[in-house]
């Protein structure tokens, strides 16, 4: 099994600029999380998906940041426009039936905006 | 009050020694923990995970529950300087047919010295 994967792994913008951050799941797990993680803040859940469908994205810090899962294989997040105050490691993480409590990490991306 | 606190650490034990990591946690609903393990520059990676009250075992590590206290340890015996990492308390605030969305404490510096 691949692990979920992450791309870019490192992603260097200017503020202003678009960024896109891709995920890809492990084949059959329902659930798919998006995580942001700063020294400051910790580990933070922005926005979770079951069965490709949003489930609660209360964590998404504002308009600029969005998600999607068009299918059970791949989900992006979109921060457009970027600042410096997003510059952070992003994770995905999938999680198996049943609830999804047992969440796998992705290697992240790292994200600078500068 | 956070709802998923630890001690930032760092705590410091001789290799060889128990690693005694705690966390608690505000909803008294809770229903399940989660203990991950992140070495820097890596993605939290899952360790154990306890639902019922009392201990549970897997190899050097004990996960402890008491809801009624509503706190969860990690006991690391036998020590290594391998183990030295940040350790993460999670846990899920709407278990069941909610899904798995996780709340995460900033987590536990451990250093193991030789």
């Known amino acids: 099994d691949a692990g979920v994967i992450q791309s870019p792994r490192h992603e260097v913008t200017e503020m202003g600029q678009e960024v896109t951050l891709r995920c890809k799941p492990i084949?059959?797990?329902?659930?798919l999380f998006w995580y942001r993680q700063t020294m400051m803040r910790g580990l933070e859940l922005l926005i979770y998906?079951?069965?490709?469908?949003?489930?609660?994205d209360s964590g998404m810090p504002e308009d600029r940041f969005s998600a999607k899962m068009p299918n059970a294989s791949f989900s992006t997040l979109k921060i457009q426009p970027s600042e410096p105050r997003d510059s952070a490691v992003y994770f995905c993480?999938?999680?198996?039936?049943?609830?999804?409590?047992?969440?796998?990490f992705g290697p992240g991306t790292r994200l600078t905006v500068l | 009050q956070k709802e998923v606190e630890q001690n930032s650490g760092p705590l410091s034990v001789p290799e060889g020694a128990i690693a005694s990591l705690n966390c608690t946690y505000s909803?008294?609903?809770?229903?399940?923990f989660f203990w991950y393990r992140q070495y820097s520059g890596k993605s939290p990676e899952l360790i154990m995970f306890?639902?019922?009250?009392g201990d549970k075992e897997d190899g050097r590590f004990t996960a402890q529950l008491n809801k009624a206290s509503q706190y969860v340890s990690l006991l690391i015996r036998d020590s290594q300087p391998s183990d030295s990492a940040t350790y993460l308390c999670?846990?899920?605030?709407?278990?069941?047919?909610?899904?798995?969305?996780?709340?995460f404490g900033q987590g536990t510096e451990l250093s193991v010295k030789p």
């Open positions: 993480a999938s999680g198996e039936r049943g609830g999804g409590d047992t969440q796998y």
């Open positions: 999670a846990v899920n605030l709407r278990p069941g047919n909610q899904g798995g969305k996780l709340i």
């Open positions: 084949s059959g797990h329902d659930y």
């Open positions: 306890i639902y019922s009250n």
């Open positions: 998906f079951n069965n490709n469908v949003p489930i609660d």
């Open positions: 909803d008294r609903g809770s229903q399940s």
